[in-house]
């Protein structure tokens, strides 16, 4: 029987570890990063929550270095994934204005935190951040949005919620016009949870690879 520290301890781990609750998505999700990532080196996990993906990639051949802005998502992630020369964890809360200032990597992770930035910073700010994230990968740029219009904002974009075409459709779209059509390819759909049974991930090619 669990005591009622361990209770609590396994309640605020839950409560920041969204990927703890993604374990199957997570792992389809890292096996199509994997899949088009080979050569790579180094990873930028913007958003990294609780690390699970970083500590793959550095797992994996990778220097892999995860952004997060839950200080409570980030020590589980510390705690878990304990950093060391090939893998590292900061707490950085990206802005449209600071961006620029992260390092550029073969490999930029943007997974699930997209609809943030739309939130707080409107779809012209995390437009910005999105497109200088670009800049910074040297070989792919992966990118997952949220599913449903309510995790946006007030001014959410025009899909239909739960709607594979539809969210596939307008990310495409989206994603083009930032980076060329003919870079932009989706790659499937993953399992995420009962108010989002899916989302969906996308790879930017930014630079061909060389062989």
């Not at 009622?4 to 920041?16: A, L, N, Q, S």
């Amino acid at each position: 029987m669990k005591s009622p520290f361990k209770k609590i301890k396994d309640f605020v781990r839950g409560r920041y570890d969204y990927q703890r609750k993604r374990q199957t998505g997570n792992e389809q999700r890292w096996q199509l990063i994997q899949d088009r990532s080979m050569g790579a080196r180094s990873l930028l996990d913007v958003g990294c929550n609780t690390g699970r993906l970083t500590a793959w990639a550095a797992e994996n051949g990778f220097f892999a270095l995860g952004l997060e802005t839950n200080w409570d998502a980030l020590a589980v992630a510390r705690r878990q994934c304990k950093p060391n020369l090939t893998l590292a964890f900061m707490h950085f809360l990206v802005t449209p204005e600071n961006v620029a200032a992260l390092p550029v990597e073969d490999v930029v992770l943007c997974l699930s935190v997209y609809h943030q930035w739309h939130k707080n910073f409107g779809h012209d700010g995390a437009q910005k951040i999105l497109k200088t994230l670009g800049a910074k990968a040297q070989r792919w740029l992966f990118f997952e949005p949220a599913s449903k219009q309510s995790k946006y904002g007030d001014k959410p974009p025009d899909f239909t919620d739960r709607d594979e075409r539809s969210i596939v459709d307008y990310n495409l779209t989206m994603l083009s016009g930032l980076f060329g059509e003919k870079n932009v390819e989706f790659l499937g759909a993953t399992p995420a949870g009962r108010s989002e049974p899916f989302r969906y991930l996308f790879a930017v090619q930014m630079q061909p690879l060389t062989i």
